[in-house]
């Protein structure tokens, strides 16, 4: 490592850094606005100016932008030398120029990069007294506000919503002093990934508009640690609270999962926990079918009399979007045989072939943070940037694998970020698609084919057998599906870090099984091959493990004849996942139906008696990822109410009924360890996090808030002149309002713990630079949670394992193939509910190809029916050449689609009556 002089001190720093990142890494501190750890270099602030000496006896040096400026060995720097402060300082006046005097009222104030940047480089008095530059503000939709006059013209946002995100329609227009950042025209901004524009820009450009609806002051905000509950990447986030009332959503860095940039579901789909629909009072279905509220107490004394009632038949379901406390303790309560997973049979088989191939071994699970390293990737019929946004925008990365191959061989540095684009114009490292319907990676893709579930599985298994020709062959291929097999095989066989992605976004379990033969072959070719499964929900995989892939599934129990006295629903919204019919002859059966849930959906709406569930802001809870990863999930704050955490009401429950299944257990960290110690797959789960006996080096609890609060007495000083008392959070390390530990430095408190980023001189999210082992990788304390499933050494014949290859899809009786189409606003179940998430989904559909509408007789925003069960299923038609022949898309989880998750295929006929009820806009081109 080569060794540099600051200031006259030396240190070692890593060759491949440009000063920036390595002065940055060493603590020190030095502005800068441009520069971003995901993004490079470009040297358009030139704020990070330092003095380089060309040897010890020179007393002048020159200027040098220190981001632009490759470390050498003993190269001789200073950051404190006059003329680099005076120049610092000179260019911040200049971008103050235009800037307005807005801090005190404007939303980034007291978190804003500019402001901490402004005063580290001693600029305090505006010189300039000329009329200010001023710009119209755009409508970008109902995620982010906009304030051009804010800009510094930093060119953060633009580089990373084109180069890094993808996306076209955010750019900068006009030139000089007038430039402007925005669309062509107002209107949504189109990427998956704008709201990370929030946190990107280094000024108050770019807010966040549900926060703006219900304000607060970010140094007034009590937060938590916590893990997003959109889909199963397990992203990393800090959710933040403000009178009883979830705030705002911002990521929280961990340099495995989702680093610094979060998809815009994760960001703004907690507006659910402040949704009217809320279950907040237990309540008690009367004769009339209106619930009563009665008392917690009362709701156990009622839940405990009908468990207890002799001779009971009781049955729960579990979900796959609970904790795996909340899942085991409802499992111990009504014993294994009676418990089921809450998933469908469809999604269970899926779900368990999957844990089953990665408990196998043969390839690796890649984070996230390893997806950005493959040099070829093939996914095989998942939408992965509507099922898991955020490794689509790894993903993104990947494919510029080859212009950093390009930039190493002829030695630019990476981090030059400008030099290797340019030097790579088109090349991209090689990503291909096996999909049923149009994806938005496509414009990053080198190859693209439309294909149905069982025809996407049938091409890999043929990808498999040319790489291995011991693997099992399809027959009765076409000459194009031969072609084009070899093609991808040929691709995949020439890299040497393949990644094959699959999952349950197909609902079909012969594209899993095809995409771990594909994995398998290249692995016996020698080949670091890596394999993902993108999951359902938060949750899919955990349930999963908690009975090591034998859980009972809804089928189970929906095909079941026995009449049932008491069954207990935990977060599930049962018609999700089955058809009604099945549903409602189910529930004819149960005599009592007992809802633990968050909202009131057509589940608790049926239920005798509802408790109402706390959100993942307000209790706690651990999660495992499409990886293996437990993570630990903290309450921002405690919920308004009857409400409690899932958990809690069934400690409750078991206390009341006087069961002796629960022994000890009292509290939330004997329930993780009684997981761990009755399950293996998950017995490192108690490792995700500290438990609540955790102190600080000064014996204290970890702080919520930071030490910048403005009080609390202001709080409710329209109510009373005296400080409430505080609650007392006994279930975790961390402790509500400002008490305890709140001057958090880097390394002194476990990363699952750290509810907020500051440091000192640092109030904006860049202070994580400070909590990193190095600029833009692992965090001090190392990064959140714990891997549960090892990439074990492959077993022999592992080519013996997938055998079984659907036929070729044909009109079956004129019926058609039925495939899931997502959307990553509206498809899943609680983000929807969020007011702004909302305003993005699109209306329920029927997507075919033209061929299709042809046969069928139908055009665009004509209605298509079919008979599923009994249920008559009407949706409006969307005809699209991104649809593949013999297929039918819809419009999963919206519009009533939870009839249709259970079935293959499907006749159709045109609606005679149908007549479109919402306007046209946003459907299968929705963002």
């Not at 007992?594 to 802001?617: E, G, K, R, Y």
């Amino acid at each position: 490592m080569p060794t540099i002089i600051v200031d006259g001190i030396s240190y070692q720093v890593d060759a491949n850094d440009n000063l920036l990142e390595a002065l940055l890494g060493l603590g020190l501190d030095l502005p800068y606005f441009c520069w971003h750890p995901s993004m490079g270099s470009i040297g358009s602030c030139r704020q990070c100016a330092v003095i380089q000496y060309q040897d010890e006896d020179d007393q002048q040096g020159r200027l040098v932008m220190s981001c632009m400026t490759p470390v050498t060995e003993g190269a001789i720097l200073s950051i404190d030398a006059e003329p680099a402060a005076e120049f610092r300082s000179a260019v911040i006046e200049n971008l103050m120029i235009n800037h307005p005097h807005d801090c005190p009222v404007c939303e980034e104030g007291g978190e804003c990069h500019l402001q901490d940047m402004t005063v580290m480089a001693g600029h305090s008095m505006r010189h300039y007294k000329g009329l200010k530059t001023t710009h119209r503000n755009q409508y970008l939709g109902p995620l982010l506000n906009h304030e051009m006059n804010r800009c510094i013209a930093c060119y953060r946002c633009v580089r990373y919503y084109q180069d890094y995100a993808g996306g076209t329609d955010l750019a900068v227009f006009g030139s000089r002093g007038r430039v402007y950042f925005g669309r062509h025209e107002d209107g949504v901004l189109q990427s998956e990934f704008a709201g990370n524009l929030v946190e990107v820009c280094p000024t108050g450009v770019f807010t966040d508009k549900p926060l703006s609806e219900r304000y607060t002051r970010k140094w007034d905000l009590q937060s938590a640690p916590a893990v997003c509950t959109g889909c199963s990447m397990g992203c990393n986030i800090s959710v933040a609270e403000r009178y009883g009332e979830l705030r705002r959503i911002h990521n929280r860095y961990n340099s495995e999962v989702n680093g610094y940039f979060l998809c815009d579901r994760g960001r703004f789909g907690g507006g659910f926990v402040n949704h009217e629909d809320r279950i907040r009072r237990c309540g008690v279905r009367n004769a009339s079918g209106v619930y009563d509220p009665v008392s917690k107490q009362q709701m156990l004394e009622k839940v405990s009399a009908l468990i207890s009632a002799a001779g009971s038949k009781v049955v729960a379901i579990g979900s796959p979007r609970a904790s795996l406390e909340s899942n085991h303790l409802l499992g111990k309560l009504v014993g294994r045989e009676n418990f089921y997973s809450g998933l469908s049979g469809r999604e269970q088989s899926i779900i368990n072939a999957i844990y089953a191939i990665q408990q196998t071994g043969g390839a690796r699970i890649p984070t996230l943070r390893e997806v950005e390293a493959a040099d070829a990737v093939l996914i095989l019929g998942e939408d992965v940037t509507n099922t898991s946004a955020r490794l689509a925008l790894s993903l993104r990365q990947t494919v510029r694998n080859r212009s950093k191959e390009m930039a190493n061989q002829i030695q630019i540095p990476l981090w030059h970020d400008a030099a290797v684009r340019k030097l790579a114009q088109d090349e991209k490292s090689p990503l291909v698609l096996v999909t049923a319907s149009e994806d938005r990676l496509e414009d990053v893709s080198c190859l693209t084919h439309r294909a149905g579930p069982d025809d996407t599985a049938r091409i890999g298994y043929a990808i498999a057998n040319i790489i291995d020709n011991r693997y099992s062959r399809p027959a009765d291929l076409t000459d194009n599906e031969q072609t084009l097999a070899a093609s991808i095989a040929s691709i995949l066989k020439n890299a040497e870090k393949p990644l094959i992605i699959s999952g349950s976004g197909s609902l079909n379990l012969a594209v899993v099984e095809a995409a771990a033969n594909v994995a398998w072959a290249l692995k016996g070719e020698n080949k670091d091959s890596g394999l993902i499964y993108c999951v359902p929900e938060c949750n899919s995989l955990g349930v999963t493990m908690l009975h090591d892939g034998n859980s009972n599934n809804l089928d189970d129990l929906l095909s079941g004849s026995d009449d049932i006295d008491v069954a207990i629903v935990l977060e599930n919204d049962l018609y999700r996942r089955a058809g009604s019919t099945a549903i409602n002859s189910w529930l004819g059966k149960v005599k009592n139906l007992v809802v633990i849930d968050q909202l009131d959906n057509p589940t608790a709406s049926v239920a005798t008696l509802v408790l109402p569930a706390a959100s993942f802001a307000e209790t706690e809870g651990t999660l495992v990822n499409y990886e293996g990863r437990a993570q630990r999930s903290f309450a921002a704050f405690l919920p308004q109410g009857d409400i409690q955490g899932s958990w809690q009401w069934l400690l409750d429950i078991a206390d009341q009924v006087g069961t002796q299944k629960f022994g000890s257990i009292r509290q939330f960290d004997q329930v993780t360890e009684d997981i761990a110690a009755q399950n293996a797959a998950l017995s490192g789960v108690t490792k995700a996090a500290p438990d609540a006996s955790y102190r600080s080096g000064a014996g204290q609890k970890i702080a919520r808030m930071t030490h910048r609060a403005s009080g609390r007495t202001a709080m409710v000083a329209d109510v009373t002149m005296y400080e409430p008392q505080q609650p007392v959070d006994n279930t975790s390390a961390l402790a509500f309002t400002m008490e305890g530990a709140n001057l958090i430095k880097p390394g002194e408190v476990p990363s699952s713990l750290t509810p907020y980023i500051w440091s000192p001189g640092w109030n904006s999210n860049q202070a994580i630079i400070k909590f990193q082992a190095e600029t833009g990788g692992a965090l001090t304390d190392s990064d959140p949670g714990v891997r549960l499933i090892a990439t074990a050494s492959p077993v022999a014949d592992l080519h013996t394992r997938h055998t079984t290859i659907p036929a070729i899809t044909r009109h079956q009786g004129g019926s058609l193939q039925l495939v899931p189409g997502y959307h990553l606003f509206g498809s899943e179940e609680l983000s929807a509910y969020s007011k702004a998430i909302a305003e993005l989904t699109p209306r329920g559909y029927f997507a075919v190809h033209p061929d299709v509408a042809g046969q069928l007789g139908v055009a665009d925003h004509d209605g298509l029916e079919t008979q599923i069960n009994g249920a008559n299923v009407q949706l409006e038609v969307v005809v699209s050449e991104s649809v593949a022949r013999q297929c039918v898309v819809y419009s999963y989880g919206i519009d009533a689609t939870g009839e249709l998750v259970h079935e293959k295929r499907g006749t159709f006929k045109k609606a005679e009556s149908w007549e479109s009820s919402r306007p046209s806009n946003l459907i299968m081109s929705d963002r």
